[in-house]
């Protein structure tokens, strides 16, 4: 079964800097997805970014980009120029065609001022 | 990106009463609905599938007597929590999916229950 692996429980980051929340994911599939997911206090889930696994180019919007690692199975996020609003759990996931959608553990990002 | 409408948004209830919770898809015809539960501090865990005109599947753990879904039409999708209890205490979230969501994969905005 397919998993997706995030070992940074909790990650913090001074305002304006940069930070990387890691992921690695399992899977024999070669077409599928990867996704960052925002979750702030309000719960939402928030679609951060999403990267095809056919597409060698790294996703990428606005402050947010990705580091697609296909080989190595892993897919981090890279958030630039913090801001307080980025505070939130950061989930992970990964999905292949006509299948399931699977998450993460997930990452509490805290952002100090 | 696609417009998920959820409600209730929070929905408090006596032990032995059921809830019922919709979810809307609201700008695309959703064939299928994922409905994920997600407990303090822990991810999103999917609870069952339904499909429009059809039974739901549930994963594994999910009782499909306690957790109705009904699915009747391309834009509404509904889960009843029958004879809730204390422990069904948590966070219900809704995911439509079908043509036009072009794998964005977008999630309605949750319903927070609690049982006392």
């Known amino acids: 079964a397919q998993t997706v692996t995030q070992s940074q429980p909790e990650m913090s980051v001074q305002e304006a800097e940069t930070v990387t929340l890691s992921c690695t994911y399992d899977?024999?599939?070669?077409?599928?997805?990867l996704f960052w997911y925002k979750q702030p206090p309000s719960r939402q889930m928030i679609l951060v970014i999403r990267?095809?696994?056919?597409?060698?180019q790294n996703a990428t919007e606005n402050r947010f980009s990705v580091n697609f690692q296909k080989a190595a199975k892993s897919f981090s996020l890279k958030i630039s120029d913090s801001q307080l609003g980025d505070a939130a759990m950061y989930f992970c996931?990964?999905?292949?065609?006509?299948?399931?959608?699977?998450f993460g553990q997930g990452t509490r990002l805290t952002i100090n001022p | 990106g696609a417009v998920v409408s959820q409600h209730p948004s929070r929905v408090i209830c006596k032990s032995g009463t059921s809830v019922k919770i919709e979810c809307r898809s609201l700008?695309?015809?959703?064939?299928?609905m994922f409905w994920y539960r997600q407990f303090p501090k822990q991810s999103l865990m999917l609870m069952a599938t339904?499909?429009?005109?059809?039974?739901?599947?549930?994963e594994q753990g999910v009782e499909k007597d306690k957790f109705l879904i009904n699915h009747a039409s391309l834009t509404l999708s509904t889960l009843t929590v029958t004879s809730a209890h204390p422990e069904d205490s948590s966070f219900y979230i809704c995911?439509?999916?079908?043509?036009?969501?072009?794998?964005?994969?977008?999630f309605g905005s949750g319903t927070q229950l609690s049982v006392l």
């Open positions: 996931a990964y999905k292949a065609r006509a299948q399931k959608l699977v």
């Open positions: 899977t024999s599939e070669s077409d599928y997805y």
């Open positions: 990267q095809e696994a056919y597409k060698q």
């Open positions: 700008d695309f015809q959703a064939t299928t």
């Open positions: 339904s499909n429009e005109g059809s039974k739901a599947t549930y």
């Open positions: 995911r439509p999916g079908g043509m036009g969501t072009n794998e964005k994969l977008f």
